[in-house]
């Protein structure tokens, strides 16, 4: 029963692939559509997804998009970039005994780090063994040698940062993305935290993209919402 439970769990996260044709899934679409318009030259290949504080749905919202990408043809890696509570491994399902933390000590490689997801064009980076010192190791020259190596492997590589209040890590690793998704719950989020975290992006010079409202309700009797396949 458990088991089942926690299957439950991970198919209502990546909704995308368990309900690909639900209203929830089309509104990733419509975010990775905006996305893809916000660069059209092509050069956004990084995307930092963020939020201002836990349970926001940022980590669901960066697999969902992870999924989608791959869905649309492209190579994509996942990478979860909170070393501090990941929560990727579990949405994939996969093992977490060797991960980001790995590679930014140098004492794994690419190639033994990258797990498959069982879905066409994805793979995943977990956080790995959670370290002492989640920011030094963001700063570092091999998070920068990391995300040039990924660059060459891959045609999006999505993080998944820890929330931008809690800590300094979104920060960082938003200077160095080319672009940052900005989660915010319309019945969770502060708005004054709201504002406090994009001001702290800001003055990272992230380049934020937009700002996703996450559990937000819609009524059930409008056309467009039975259209998309929510009843199906």
Do not use: W
């Not at 990727?88 to 000590?105: D, E, K, P, Q, R």
């Amino acid at each position: 029963m458990a088991k089942k439970k926690i299957l439950q769990q991970v198919a209502r996260k990546l909704i995308t692939r368990s309900n690909p044709k639900s209203f929830v899934s089309e509104q990733y679409r419509t975010l990775r559509t905006n996305i893809n318009f916000s660069m059209p030259k092509g050069e956004l290949q990084t995307v930092l997804v963020t939020s201002s504080s836990p349970g926001e749905g940022k980590s669901t919202t960066a697999s969902n998009l992870a999924v989608l990408f791959a869905q649309e043809g492209k190579s994509v890696v996942i990478v979860d970039a909170d070393m501090r509570k990941p929560t990727a491994h579990y949405t994939f399902h996969v093992t977490n005994t060797l991960g980001l933390s790995n590679l930014l000590t140098r004492q794994s490689s690419i190639e033994e780090t990258v797990k498959e997801t069982g879905i066409e064009g994805l793979h995943i980076i977990t956080s790995g063994p959670i370290p002492p010192n989640p920011a030094e190791l963001l700063t570092s020259i091999p998070m920068d040698m990391l995300i040039e190596d990924l660059k060459k492997r891959y045609d999006m590589i999505i993080f998944d940062a820890p929330p931008a209040l809690s800590v300094t890590d979104a920060q960082v690793l938003s200077n160095k993305c080319d672009g940052t998704i900005f989660v915010v719950s319309s019945k969770e989020t502060n708005k004054e935290n709201a504002v406090k975290a994009k001001e702290l992006l800001l003055t990272a010079k992230a380049h934020i993209l937009g700002v996703v409202i996450n559990n937000y309700e819609l009524s059930k009797n409008q056309d467009y919402y039975q259209y998309y396949g929510s009843k199906e």
